[in-house]
């Protein structure tokens, strides 16, 4: 089982540059969420899907955009990349929204 | 709203010896889960142990256990004869409300050999 996968690894993205930071869940879990973490700052919610269909602005959703393609997909996008936004994404997903979380391996990305 | 807060920042045992991580944390919900999580340098976030707030037994697993003292708002994490494995940062986080998981500031344990 790969659980939660998420890609790219890493990015170097320019300042105004966009992209859009992937995951996938093989749990067939409803809920899913993008976190960022920046040092001394634990975990931070941007956005979340409590079930396919919906989504939610979480503490810090300033600068993001998120889609829920289907039950196993929910992506990240920076539509106009700022050095502020250079951190660790990490995307997890649980069976409901109230369920224990697992998480992917995280994207590190700098934003010069 | 949730906020939960870890105070040590760093601690640092010796190998074998036991340790106990600080968790505090204030929820408006009835219903709520606790969590501490590990991320080694490897940087996956692994859970380590579960409590849900209706349970007043304490949750263990293997050589992990808590100390829920629900009155006081109060999740400490011990670890019986630490290993270097161990060596981590220790995440707490509480939920239960409509959204995610509210995590703690972490700490950073350091097993010395």
């Known amino acids: 089982n790969a659980g939660v996968t998420q890609t790219p690894k890493f990015q170097v993205l320019k300042t105004g540059q966009s992209m859009t930071l992937q995951c996938a869940q093989d749990m067939n879990h409803n809920s899913m969420y993008w976190y960022r973490q920046d040092p001394g700052m634990g975990l931070r919610l941007i956005y979340y899907s409590a079930s396919e269909g919906t989504t939610d602005k979480g503490e810090v959703p300033n600068g993001y955009n998120v889609s829920r393609l289907n039950k196993r997909e929910f992506s990240l996008r920076l539509e106009s990349a700022a050095p502020s936004q250079t951190s660790v994404y990490f995307c997890?997903?649980?069976?409901?929204?109230?369920?224990?979380?697992?998480f992917g391996p995280g994207t590190r990305l700098l934003v010069l | 709203a949730q906020t939960v807060t870890q105070s040590q920042p760093e601690m640092s045992v010796q190998e074998a010896e036991t340790v106990t991580l600080s968790c505090t944390y204030d929820t408006s919900e009835n219903n709520y889960y606790l969590f501490w999580y590990k991320q080694p340098p490897s940087r996956q976030m692994i859970l380590v142990i579960r409590?849900?707030?209706?349970?007043?037994q304490n949750a263990t697993e293997n050589r992990f256990s808590v100390n829920f003292q629900k009155a006081a708002k109060s999740f400490s994490l011990k670890i019986s004869d630490s290993q270097l494995g161990d060596t981590a940062m220790y995440f707490c986080?509480?939920?239960?409300?409509?959204?995610?998981?509210?995590f703690g500031k972490g700490t950073h344990l350091i097993i010395q050999p």
């Open positions: 409590q849900e707030a209706y349970k007043q």
């Open positions: 997890a997903s649980s069976r409901d929204i109230q369920e224990t979380q697992y």
């Open positions: 986080a509480s939920g239960g409300g409509a959204d995610g998981l509210t």
